[in-house]
C-alpha cells in the first residue's frame, strides 16, 4: 500500500520562510531613520551640532578635535560632563563631553541637546580662555 506522505528528504533545505510561512523578518527600521541609530550615534550628533553652531562664530575651532567617550577615565570628588585639554607638542587641542553622565543628568533628547551644547560651551570658553557668554550670546538663556 502507498502511503500519501512522501518520505522526507535526508538532507535539509534551506529555510526560505518562517515556520508560519510569513517570511523571514526584516530590519525593524531601515538604516536613513532616526530610530536606527544607537544612543552613542545620535549623541555624537548633537555634539556634532553643537560644534558646527559654534564654528561659524569662532573659525579657529576647525583645528581643535572634539571627541565623545563614554565615562571620564579617573573620578575625582564629581563626575565632569566634559574637560578641555590645551594644544601641546604635535597635538591638537580636544575637547572630550562625556556621553553617560550627561545622559543619566537628562530625562529626553531636548534636554540633552540643551546640555550637550552648555558643556561644548563651556568647554570652548575654557579652552579660549573666556566667559561662556561670549562665546554664545545665547548661553545660559534656555
Known amino acids: 500500500m502507498d502511503s500519501p506522505v512522501p518520505p522526507r528528504p535526508t538532507e535539509p533545505r534551506p529555510r526560505r520562510r518562517d515556520r508560519h510561512g510569513r517570511g523571514m523578518r526584516g530590519p525593524v ?24 553652531r559654534l564654528e561659524r562664530r569662532w573659525p579657529q575651532l576647525a583645528e581643535v578635535d572634539f571627541l565623545v567617550l563614554d565615562v571620564p577615565g579617573s573620578l575625582d570628588e564629581s563626575v565632569p560632563l ?53 562665546v554664545d550670546p545665547r548661553y545660559g538663556q534656555d
Open 29 to 52: 527600521a531601515p538604516p536613513q531613520v532616526p530610530l536606527s541609530a544607537s544612543r552613542a550615534e545620535s549623541f555624537r550628533d548633537l555634539v556634532q551640532d553643537s560644534v558646527e
Open 82 to 134: 566634559g574637560r578641555s585639554v590645551p594644544a601641546g607638542k604635535g597635538s591638537p587641542a580636544r575637547i572630550v563631553v562625556y556621553r553617560r553622565p550627561v545622559e543619566i543628568r537628562t530625562k529626553n533628547r531636548d534636554e540633552r541637546a540643551l546640555l550637550v551644547h552648555e558643556v561644548v560651551v563651556e568647554q570652548v570658553a575654557d579652552l579660549l580662555g573666556l566667559a561662556p557668554e561670549s
